[in-house]
């Protein structure tokens, strides 16, 4: 069972020069999000369609899209994969995502009311220098320093989503965690879809939730090329 | 044969139940308007001798998501708690309409308002979410703070979102600021005590400014960073 040494040599040389070339190249950068489904345990946030509770759609939303953001190459952490006994405390939420430094946050709810989906962001005023150096965060206002980011998100979001043809409105509200989060943030709140002449789509329906889902995708991927991690982010 | 007196009976019975089948019908149809009726929970205004002023109402759009500043006529006490609290459950009567583009359950909704005057120094408040403050703020305030004390069975029927509690928020600041210029900042209370949540998302630990909340969101513009 010996082999000629001419294969030998080759097969050595293969390996030699795929060892040195490897190397030189530059890992792909992954853009890093974090989701949070809204809610859970006790805490059942909106009654939709009767029985489903926010808290329930939220999760299986997120499991949607964190389905439809990794097939595109973006690596996703959640604050919950489950519904918990004891749920995380929205300061709870707000650490880990912090922690997590993700370049994107994504809080997701869904309501009854309204039409459509809301993205909202911070109400808070912007920092007058978020470049400036802080020796400490305020933890209630953490936010107003990345407010010009999630804005732009935010905006980044309803373009893709209005050319998926779904109605959104950009909206500023008070919410927790998303004042506590240090990242570039937007609330996602799906609301069901009212169209003229046409009976409204349920949040619950899963096409509706897909074409979210989709838009919302396309987004990150648009935010990742316009806004390139910064040497040493979480990848 | 049937005689022809009892053809003629037969058909004069006939014609009468028809007659008073429809006649049912329309009562029916009149008790369902009547109840139907019922239902609208407008509520009435109590007869006063006070003449009528003009205010500004901040109404609250569900589908737009908009806060429109609409005048209205209304009487209303002179002392500044009581106006404020009048004033705020007018507003949310309104959202008790059938009509109403942000629809809201019937019923008190405000248990108290307080007018307070600003403290002379605003001591240390290190750990605390209820007298938070936002960048640029000074530390010394000259309005009034006013503290607004809602019914528990409000909250409880409120719905919850994002979006609809961020309105009605919204609309009861922007109407009390219209009413009262001096007014500084807006806090909530819940039956006298801090809440979280107004039910489930909009902060209620949130000390807000008390400002002109008219809005009427744009949609998103695709810069030239964005174009597909």
Same mark, same amino acid.
């Given at each position: 069972?010996?082999?000629?040494?001419k294969p030998i040599a080759a097969v050595l040389t293969l390996a030699l020069l795929t060892s040195l070339h490897l190397p030189a190249q530059q890992p792909t950068p992954r853009t890093v999000i974090l989701l949070d489904p809204a809610h859970g345990g006790p805490e059942t %946030?909106?009654?939709?369609?009767?029985?489903?509770? +926010? $808290?329930?759609?939220?999760?299986?939303?997120?499991?949607?899209?964190?389905?439809?953001?990794?097939?595109? %190459?973006?690596? &996703?952490?959640?604050?919950?994969?489950?519904?918990?006994?004891? /749920?995380?405390?929205?300061?709870?939420?707000?650490?880990?995502?912090?922690?997590?430094?993700?370049? /994107?946050?994504?809080?997701?709810?869904?309501?009854?009311?309204?039409? %459509?989906?809301?993205?909202?962001?911070?109400?808070?005023?912007?920092?007058?220098?978020?470049?400036?150096?802080?020796?400490?965060?305020?933890?209630?206002?953490?936010?107003?320093?990345?407010?010009?980011?999630?804005?732009?998100?935010?905006? +980044?979001?309803?373009?893709?989503?209005?050319?998926? $043809?779904?109605? &959104?409105?950009?909206?500023?509200?008070?919410?927790?965690?998303?004042?506590?989060?240090?990242?570039?943030?937007?609330?996602?709140?799906?609301?069901?879809?009212?169209?003229?002449?046409?009976?409204?789509?349920?949040?619950?329906?899963?096409?509706?939730?897909?074409?979210? %889902?989709?838009?919302?995708?396309?987004?990150?991927?648009?935010?990742?090329?316009?806004?390139?991690?910064? /040497?040493?982010?979480?990848? | 044969m049937i005689p022809r007196y009892q053809r003629i009976l037969f058909w004069s019975l006939l014609g009468g139940i028809l007659l008073m089948a429809a006649f049912l019908l329309h009562g029916c149809e009149q008790a369902h308007k009547r109840l139907t009726a019922l239902d609208?929970?407008?509520?009435?205004?109590?007869?006063?001798?006070?003449?009528?002023?003009?205010? #500004?109402?901040?109404?609250?759009?569900?589908?737009?998501?908009?806060?429109?500043? @609409? *005048?209205?006529?209304?009487?209303? *006490?002179?002392?500044?708690?009581?106006?404020?609290?009048?004033?705020?459950?007018?507003?949310?009567?309104?959202?008790?309409?059938?009509?109403?583009?942000?629809?809201?359950?019937?019923?008190?909704?405000?248990?108290?308002?307080?007018?307070?005057?600003?403290?002379?120094?605003?001591?240390?408040?290190?750990?605390?979410r209820a007298s938070r403050r936002e960048p640029g703020d000074s530390a010394q305030h000259t309005g009034k703070m006013a503290v607004i004390n809602l019914r528990g069975s409000f909250i409880d029927h409120h719905p919850s979102g994002i979006q609809v509690e961020a309105l009605?928020?919204?609309?009861?600041?922007?109407?009390?600021?219209?009413?009262?210029?001096?007014?500084?900042?807006?806090?909530?209370?819940?039956?006298?005590? *801090?809440?979280?949540?107004?039910?489930?998302?909009?902060?209620?630990?949130?000390?807000? *400014?008390?400002?002109? #909340? @008219? @809005?009427?969101?744009?949609?998103?513009?695709?810069?030239?960073?964005?174009?597909?």
């Amino acid at each position: 069972l010996t082999l000629p040494p001419k294969p030998i040599a080759a097969v050595l040389t293969l390996a030699l020069l795929t060892s040195l070339h490897l190397p030189a190249q530059q890992p792909t950068p992954r853009t890093v999000i974090l989701l949070d489904p809204a809610h859970g345990g006790p805490e059942t %946030g909106a009654n939709l369609d009767g029985h489903l509770l +926010e $808290k329930d759609l939220t999760l299986a939303f997120a499991a949607r899209l964190r389905a439809l953001l990794t097939t595109s %190459g973006i690596s &996703v952490i959640a604050t919950r994969d489950a519904d918990p006994t004891v /749920p995380f405390t929205p300061d709870q939420r707000a650490e880990i995502a912090n922690h997590a430094h993700p370049p /994107p946050c994504r809080i997701l709810h869904a309501t009854p009311t309204g039409n %459509g989906i809301h993205l909202v962001t911070s109400n808070l005023t912007p920092a007058d220098d978020p470049e400036a150096p802080h020796t400490a965060i305020p933890w209630d206002t953490a936010q107003s320093a990345s407010l010009p980011q999630s804005l732009s998100l935010a905006n +980044e979001l309803g373009v893709a989503l209005l050319h998926a $043809k779904l109605p &959104v409105i950009l909206t500023r509200a008070a919410i927790r965690p998303l004042d506590n989060l240090t990242c570039p943030a937007v609330a996602i709140e799906i609301a069901p879809l009212s169209l003229s002449n046409s009976d409204p789509t349920p949040v619950s329906d899963s096409a509706y939730q897909q074409r979210i %889902g989709q838009a919302i995708a396309e987004a990150v991927l648009s935010w990742r090329t316009h806004n390139p991690p910064p /040497p040493g982010a979480a990848r | 044969m049937i005689p022809r007196y009892q053809r003629i009976l037969f058909w004069s019975l006939l014609g009468g139940i028809l007659l008073m089948a429809a006649f049912l019908l329309h009562g029916c149809e009149q008790a369902h308007k009547r109840l139907t009726a019922l239902d609208d929970a407008t509520p009435i205004a109590a007869p006063t001798s006070a003449s009528t002023e003009d205010v #500004t109402l901040y109404l609250a759009n569900d589908a737009d998501a908009s806060i429109t500043p @609409t *005048p209205e006529q209304i009487a209303l *006490p002179q002392e500044p708690t009581l106006r404020a609290r009048t004033l705020l459950e007018h507003l949310l009567s309104n959202y008790a309409l059938p009509s109403s583009s942000h629809p809201l359950q019937s019923g008190p909704a405000v248990d108290d308002v307080f007018l307070l005057e600003p403290p002379k120094s605003i001591p240390s408040t290190k750990g605390s979410r209820a007298s938070r403050r936002e960048p640029g703020d000074s530390a010394q305030h000259t309005g009034k703070m006013a503290v607004i004390n809602l019914r528990g069975s409000f909250i409880d029927h409120h719905p919850s979102g994002i979006q609809v509690e961020a309105l009605t928020l919204q609309s009861i600041i922007g109407t009390l600021h219209a009413a009262f210029p001096q007014l500084d900042e807006v806090r909530f209370l819940v039956d006298g005590q *801090p809440h979280d949540t107004l039910a489930g998302h909009a902060d209620l630990l949130h000390t807000y *400014p008390a400002i002109d #909340t @008219t @809005t009427h969101p744009s949609p998103p513009e695709v810069t030239d960073a964005i174009q597909p």
